[in-house]
């Protein structure tokens, strides 16, 4: 029912920026949160940031101070500005949207219904 196609990955120096974007399609719901998670080779989904439908906005430790996440309710988009990246921030980056529940647990996994193919990031020193 909700289709979310990233895109804005790619290659980029470490200390330069990038801006990943998220469309969503179908039945989506303006009251549902949405959240970008990443995973590197070799290691377990992390949790990157987290957006609620009344725009409060919720980051990893990691990430704090570089990475700003937003959303357009009107494009139906959600947006992750990266900037002063490092080359731990390599991973694939994967958009994902919950299904209206309701749910607080911003930073679980399981609390999304809904995830996109993966956009890939690659930090080079």
């Known amino acids: 029912q909700v289709q979310l196609v990233e895109s804005g990955g790619g290659l980029v120096q470490a200390g330069g920026s990038l801006r990943l974007s998220c469309a969503a399609s179908?039945?989506?719901?303006?009251?549902?949160?949405m959240a970008w998670f990443r995973q590197a080779p070799g290691k377990e989904r992390e949790f990157v940031a987290a957006?609620?439908?009344?725009?409060?906005?919720y980051y990893a430790d990691s990430v704090k101070g570089r990475f700003t996440i937003s959303r357009d309710n009107a494009k139906n988009t959600v947006y992750l500005q990266m900037d002063s990246l490092k080359l731990d921030d390599t991973a694939v980056y994967h958009c994902?949207?919950?299904?209206?529940?309701?749910?607080?647990?911003?930073?679980?996994?399981?609390?999304?219904?809904?995830w996109g193919q993966g956009t890939q990031v690659t930090v080079s020193s």
């Open positions: 957006i609620s439908w009344t725009g409060g906005s």
């Open positions: 179908g039945r989506t719901s303006s009251r549902s949160s």
């Open positions: 994902a949207a919950e299904q209206g529940s309701g749910s607080f647990a911003y930073r679980v996994a399981t609390t999304y219904a809904y």
